[in-house]
């Protein structure tokens, strides 16, 4: 698998077994970001196996405990293991100033540089890219300034038909710009289709992460066609009002989001902590969405 999400908290404020507070480990063609890093994250990168040293970049929704408050430990354990590169942080403006306060008043010390990027409050836009992916960000609507996150594939080169080229006798000079969906022209005017010496490449695949939110129909232009969708249902129909007051949504109102967006497959998670089974949740989702999940931690989801 080049690209997955693996759940490794999807629980809400009040852990319970089998519910920790949020975190998601993204691998995405050998880069490995983690999204949010509630209480306990890296007993769950333990218990799954997944490397914490080969973590690259971790984005953090919103200050609210449950989502950041694992991330001085688990900075802390990257550091005793002997990390050595730097790691890259990105999250609200105060965010850093808390992770080096706690740092520094036990009198402890990183090995290991920390690029801190602020998101601020009104920011949506690309927060990070490179020659394979990007990831881009845009407002919530919660209690406190709160950022989902997409990630998204760049478009794949697509496959040369080596004996067919190979056949050609065209300059190698002619493979990049055919694999980019390049014609190119020749210096006799001839002018060769890259069609006609490449095959379609897998597709793109995308995923976006809608954590602490009220409904809003102001993310659907940024999720929309995504192919993977983490939106948050912390209550049934029965708390809608609940929902409403703290600005959470229902797992109907997560459903009609994802219908909106046109998204392929929609999960659901930090369910509250009242609930000990998400099958209420399910059949109100399904009234609005058929192709719906509960996002059980360690559980492993291939985007593409």
């Not at 801190?116 to 920011?123: A, K, Q």
């Not at 069609?195 to 232009?221: P, V, W």
């Amino acid at each position: 698998m080049s690209f997955f999400v693996q759940f490794l908290g999807t629980g809400s404020a009040l852990p319970k077994e089998n519910a920790h507070p949020s975190s998601q480990y993204i691998f995405c063609q050998n880069r490995h970001f983690l999204i949010d890093c509630g209480e306990g994250t890296q007993i769950q990168l333990r218990k799954y196996g997944i490397k914490i040293q080969k973590i690259d970049a971790i984005f953090i929704s919103h200050l609210h405990g449950d989502h950041y408050f694992g991330l001085v430990g688990l900075l802390s354990s990257m550091h005793l293991l002997g990390r050595n590169k730097k790691i890259n942080i990105y999250g609200p403006p105060p965010l850093d100033q808390i992770i080096r306060s706690q740092i520094e008043v036990g009198g402890a010390r990183l090995d290991f540089q920390i690029d801190f990027h602020p998101i601020d409050d009104l920011f949506e836009g690309l927060i990070f890219e490179d020659k394979v992916l990007e990831v881009k960000t845009f407002r919530l609507k919660h209690k406190i300034p709160t950022h989902g996150f997409i990630i998204q594939e760049k478009a794949k080169p697509r496959h040369l038909i080596s004996d067919k080229f190979k056949d050609s006798g065209l300059s190698i000079a002619f493979i990049v710009p055919f694999k980019n969906s390049q014609d190119v022209v020749d210096e006799t005017g001839v002018i060769w289709k890259y069609l006609d010496f490449t095959t379609a490449s897998k597709k793109s695949g995308s995923y976006a992460y809608c954590s602490d939110t009220a409904y809003s129909e102001s993310i659907i232009d940024h999720i929309q066609n995504v192919d993977v969708l983490y939106h948050e249902a912390t209550f049934t129909n029965h708390y809608v009002s609940r929902a409403k007051t703290t600005k959470h949504s229902t797992a109907e109102q997560a459903a009609q989001i994802a219908q909106l967006a046109k998204a392929g497959t929609l999960f659901i998670g930090h369910l509250s902590a009242r609930y000990d089974d998400p099958k209420q949740h399910i059949l109100e989702a399904q009234a609005f969405f058929q192709n719906v999940k509960y996002a059980e931690e360690g559980q492993i989801f291939r985007i593409c």
